[in-house]
């Protein structure tokens, strides 16, 4: 199956819904409410993420999300919602009712309201017999669920955890840590350097400033422009580029219009990802934001929800008032389709 082709999966029972939730996302739920969208048929058409709200923290980071996946789903589907909540109760009864009430306004009618923890389930709002909803909750084996079987089948997997995943992208230590603190060092040198270089020949030409500035941005934009694909030429080959190489692409990076131009050529294809993942893990920690918000790109563009959400966490760590990483972490949110995002990308 190709990267960007999602498997059909239809559900049948709770059992069913409960068991697809960790391969949509990748890894296995902590504290988490998750907003399945079923259409008539049965099948999911959009599974989004929200992070539940500490029982005695704000609740508008919540509603700001569930205000973006309604707006996603609201004239696009004609869909119920399934809401998932993971973790306990106190935590999880105020979300969903937080949700039930958005969707309900929106007209958007719940399907099923949840509470999982620790393989068990409780129907929240129950109004079957006692035996459908015993107060210690419903076993689950999501291992029996032809869900499962058909999810594997497709190429999916889980991990452990949202942080198993998270690890992934954990920064290099020791000597390669090193290696590229100094690689970082020498190219804001490099930057340095091109700039004074482009000033001087500019001067001697007479230049006005203006004329200045454009031949600085072209400088820039053609070293950018080589060092980009110097690394697309070796991680389609399956080769990683050299400390120098990448300690420079991540520096050049850092300049918005650089990163601008990059995210216009990402693409859904392996070797991009492994190429991003590689530089975020290897990027000095000033220079980590532009190439995770990239990944975010590429992961989004192959339906890789959670490496994409991984991703832009990283880049919010390193920058937390990153606008784009912003943009991209609402865009997650919503879980928005391959394809949108291509689109937005030939703007």
């Known amino acids: 199956m190709e990267s960007n082709q999602r498997p059909v999966i239809r559900i049948r029972d709770t059992d069913d819904l409960l068991a697809v939730v960790p391969f949509l996302l990748g890894f ?3 504290a988490d409410l998750i907003l399945l969208a079923v259409d008539t048929s049965g099948a999911i058409v959009l599974a989004a993420r ?19 996946v309604i707006t996603k789903i609201k004239d696009r589907f004609e869909v119920s919602v399934a809401l998932v909540g993971y973790g306990e109760p106190e935590q999880v009864a105020p979300a969903v009712a937080v949700a039930r009430d958005a969707l309900g306004q929106a007209g958007i009618a719940v ?12 129907r929240l709002d129950c109004d079957r017999p006692e035996a459908s909803c015993p107060a210690e909750g419903v076993a689950f084996e999501p291992s029996t669920s032809p869900v499962t079987a058909a999810a594997i089948y497709a190429g999916l997997a889980v991990l452990s955890g949202r942080d198993a995943l998270a690890q992934m ?21 490099f930057l340095v350097d091109l700039a004074e270089a482009t000033a001087r020949e500019a001067a001697g030409a007479g ?4 004329a200045r500035r454009e031949r600085l941005t ?14 697309q030429h070796r991680y389609r080959a399956g080769q990683a580029v050299e400390d120098t190489h990448a300690a420079r692409l991540g520096v050049l990076l850092a300049l918005p219009a650089v990163r601008d131009a990059a995210a216009r050529s990402t693409g859904r294809q392996e070797w991009q990802i492994q190429m991003y ?13 532009a190439p995770a918000t990239l990944l975010a790109l590429c992961a989004l563009q192959a339906g890789n929800g959670a490496l994409a959400s991984i991703a832009v966490d990283r880049a919010l760590e390193a920058e937390p008032d990153n606008r784009f990483a912003q943009l991209l972490a609402q865009a997650v949110a919503v ?3 391959p394809d949108t995002v291509a689109t937005l990308l030939t703007y």
């Open 28 to 30: 296995h739920p902590g």
């Open 50 to 68: 929200l992070d539940l709200p500490a029982t005695d923290g704000p609740a508008q980071p919540l509603a700001a999300g569930l205000n973006m």
């Open 111 to 122: 399907r099923e309201a949840l509470r999982v923890r620790r393989g068990r389930f409780w």
């Open 169 to 189: 992208l954990a920064p290099v230590t020791g000597p390669a840590a090193e290696a590229m603190a100094e690689a970082s060092a020498t190219a804001r040198l």
């Open 207 to 210: 230049l006005s400033d203006q």
């Open 218 to 231: 072209r400088a820039i934009t053609d070293a950018a422009d080589d060092e980009l694909r110097h690394a």
């Open 277 to 289: 993942s590689d530089l975020v893990r290897r990027a000095d920690p000033d220079f980590v934001a």
């Open 335 to 337: 879980g928005i389709d």
